[in-house]
């Protein structure tokens, strides 16, 4: 478990470490320049399998009914 917790915080550190030294920053300032995270399932199976399972990528989800889990109704105060 303890793997677990340590390998998840390690892969993400070393996804943005490798798109910011292999990434031409310039680029991704246009919206035109985006590709989406599914043109790095090629390559990258495993790291991108861990990532869609991740925190920071439920974060990233459209807000609806599904991925927003909190209870943001009144009931609660």
Same mark, same amino acid.
């Given at each position: ?43 990258? %199976? /495993? #790291?991108? *399998?861990?990532?869609?399972?991740? +925190?920071?990528?439920?974060?990233? %989800? /459209? #807000?609806? *009914?599904?991925?927003?889990?909190? +209870? ?6």
């Amino acid at each position: 478990m303890v793997t677990k917790r340590i390998a998840a915080p390690f892969l993400s550190l070393m996804v943005t470490a490798c798109l910011m030294t292999f990434t031409d920053l310039d680029a991704m300032a246009s919206a035109d320049a985006y590709v989406g995270s599914l043109q790095c399932v090629g390559c990258h %199976a /495993e #790291a991108y *399998e861990q990532w869609s399972q991740s +925190d920071h990528f439920k974060a990233m %989800a /459209e #807000a609806n *009914e599904r991925t927003v889990l909190g +209870d943001f109704s009144e009931r609660g105060s």
